[in-house]
């Protein structure tokens, strides 16, 4: 009866090397990846076009010699706000599942970069870093 039970096992999928669930496709194993280098690419282009806001005269118009120390306060203020809200967007994975919780961060992270230009304050420029932080 042992011997039959372990006859009835299908071998383990392999894809790519790895050996996954059933269930997993090709497409499932290379949106964790793709997911990364599209979160790569949009904060690589948020964090240039948010020191060129900052020194640009029709801005911010923050001296250069300044500009180090005013993107390092943005970005404690604005981590010290992505941590705290991230316990809860942790909760909200859980509750409405992977996918879902994905596209909505792809939502709000084209949101918050194409808003960028038009944040007239410095409190404002934290928030939506702080937002872009927890669209990560």
Known sequence: M??????????????LGMSVKRETTFANTLSIPMIFVVTTAAGAYYNTQQVTL???PDYFNVRRTEVGRTEGNILFYATLVAVIVS????????LFGRRKMIAG??????FLIWTLPYTPTIFLLIVNRAGVQVAF
């Open 54 to 56: 900052l020194t640009n």
């Open 2 to 15: 042992i011997k039959e039970e372990i006859s009835d096992k299908a071998p383990p999928k392999i894809i």
């Open 105 to 110: 961060s792809y939502i709000l992270l084209v």
């Open 87 to 94: 316990i809860g967007v942790g909760y909200t994975f859980d």
